[in-house]
């Protein structure tokens, strides 16, 4: 069972252009009353708590939530031992702009910091993420943004190549949107916070930019396609292990049929570890998106920590987080990681995003708070680079094994699945559990991922739906594995490693598709189906969700 992990002893936060805070230490040592803030879920929490150990509110800071008050070191640490959702600052150690920044808690909630520890932080392998680009400034030298994304922990430039799928051309890829940039930080961001940590999962991973969506994240399958394309024909020239693809498209076919999924299965083939994320369409079943739905990658809905980062008791699943089973009868997602309210950089100045919701825009340090399965994926797209920097010779089908196999399911107090198999797959990812893992055996059993690009074979899985409309395995109807569509929202669960899925992982395999599937009635399309007239309908990166 996972112990919950404490966060890093300072947390920094940005209030417009004044100094940062940092966590108090505990007040003086001689005993006399410090000036701190505290900060809870809102501001008369947060008087309330202060009163309760007898200390004094100076200031009310609703804005932020909090009270100024005056605490003796005993106090403190009353406050400190209350946990919950409080958080105390000192009032009188101060750092420039520009320095420090806020903590980010899913490294450590999927343990990656762990590995760095042993000196692994994503080195010697590169990710493509092909998105709506990267952004930069004009200046070079002075941006410093540019330089935590594009520069790893020890200056070196990472930052292999940036290609535009939509003019077919090696150029810069400016990113307008946000999205991209935002999604590579989480994955990749060298910029370390006030207790020493990067704040992304894979600091030191080599990048490749492919831009394939405009300023609102929309594109097509002709540009994606194009992508794709190129990122497969120059894997070898720039050691590119992992394609991130945090976007969605409705399905309108079996997998097989659809032309963007066939370019991912090809990447997959190549050799590529393809990390994409599930939606965010959901919780309806069935709702997971174009390319998701291939069963052969590695596709990643959202888990919260519900703002407790050191608490996993309390912890979710997103209820914008798409869940499966694929229209095929496959398993998806294959496994969840954090995805709410997750710390990135964006440009709160140009970025379309920040400037479509500028409440979610720290101030003067160009970071941003988003949500949603976009943000999954790429924690998982570093915890890959993680797992390839330990285990350089893993196949991709040997990654998504050990990541299945390793990650811990939500369990109640009573150790029962708190949520279906086709809502959080294997569970949540462990970075450190899945690097270090050597249990034997490759994902997608019973699966041929060249025949099904040649068009001789096809495949179905064992998800199956009753008529109640109960969604199940075949021959597999214990807990976890029944599903009626509902969704369990309140309340959170304890995310553990002990619970086992009884059956092992014959779910992430298939069988050979017969046509004659118990459920393909409910199918929203019959016989073949052409994309001659869809190829420029658009894709588009994951749509905006609020915090969660």
Not at 362 to 387: C, E, R
Not at 420 to 427: D, R, T
Not at 489 to 509: T, V
């Amino acid at each position: 069972m996972r112990k919950a992990r404490a966060l890093g002893s300072v947390v920094i936060v940005a209030l417009s252009c004044a100094p940062l805070l940092a966590v108090a230490g505990g007040g003086a040592g001689d005993g006399s009353r410090a000036s701190v803030i505290v900060q809870g879920p809102d501001l008369a929490a947060a008087a309330a708590a202060v009163r309760s150990t007898g200390g004094t509110v100076t200031h009310e800071l609703g804005v932020i939530r909090a009270v100024g008050a005056r605490l003796a070191p005993a106090q403190v640490e009353q406050l400190r031992r209350a946990g919950g959702a409080l958080r105390i600052y000192d009032d009188g150690k101060v750092k420039t702009c520009g320095g420090a920044i806020a903590d980010s808690n899913y490294p450590s909630l999927v343990r990656a910091r762990e590995l760095y520890q042993q000196g692994f932080y994503g080195q010697g392998v590169t990710v493509a993420v092909l998105d709506t680009g990267v952004w930069y400034n004009k200046d070079d030298i002075k941006d410093e943004i540019k330089e935590e994304i594009r520069n790893d922990l020890k200056g070196n430039k990472r930052v292999l190549a940036e290609y535009d799928a939509v003019v077919g051309a090696l150029t810069r890829v400016r990113d307008e949107s946000g999205h991209g940039t935002h999604v590579t930080s989480v994955m990749a961001s060298a910029r370390v916070s006030d207790d020493g940590q990067p704040i992304g999962v894979a600091p030191m991973v080599g990048l490749v930019a492919v831009r394939a969506f405009d300023r609102e994240g929309k594109g097509t399958y002709l540009d994606v396609i194009r992508g794709i394309d190129w990122v497969i024909d120059n894997r070898a020239r720039y050691g590119i292990r992992v394609l991130n693809l945090s976007f969605s498209a409705p399905p309108r076919s079996h997998y097989w049929d659809d032309p963007l999924n066939q370019a991912v299965m090809a990447a997959w083939q190549s050799g590529i570890v393809v990390v994409a994320s599930a939606g965010n369409t959901g919780p309806g079943p069935m709702s997971v998106g174009v390319p998701g739905n291939v069963p052969y990658i590695i596709t990643v809905g959202a888990m919260s920590d519900n703002y407790t980062p050191g608490d996993p008791t309390d912890d979710f699943l997103t209820s914008f987080s798409a869940t499966g089973p694929t229209y095929e009868g496959f398993v998806k997602p294959d496994l969840v990681a954090p995805g709410g309210h997750m710390l990135g950089v964006m440009d709160e100045n140009h970025q379309l995003i920040a400037l479509q919701h500028p409440e979610y825009a720290t101030a003067d340090n160009h970071l941003f708070v988003m949500s949603g399965t976009s943000q999954s994926a790429a924690v998982v797209s570093g915890v890959v680079a993680l797992m390839l920097n330990v285990q350089p010779s893993l196949t991709p089908d040997e990654v998504k094994f050990r990541l299945m196999a390793t990650a811990e399911p939500a369990v109640r107090p009573d150790n029962t699945a708190a949520y279906s198999v086709f809502q959080q797959g294997a569970g949540l990812v462990d970075a450190y559990a899945a690097a270090w893992s050597a249990v034997p055996g490759t994902a997608n059993p019973g699966l041929d991922v060249a025949a099904d690009l040649a068009g001789t074979q096809h495949f179905g899985g064992y998800a199956n739906r009753d008529e109640a409309g109960t969604y199940y395995l075949t021959n597999l109807k214990g807990d976890g594995y029944l599903w009626s569509g509902a969704y369990m929202w309140s309340g959170g669960y304890l995310w553990s490693g002990a619970y086992l899925w009884s059956g092992g992982y014959l779910w992430s395999g298939g069988y050979l598709w017969s046509g004659a599937y118990l459920w393909s009635g409910s199918y929203p399309w019959g016989g073949a189906y052409s994309f001659s007239a869809e190829l420029e309908e658009p894709a588009s990166v994951n749509i905006w969700v609020t915090q969660q």
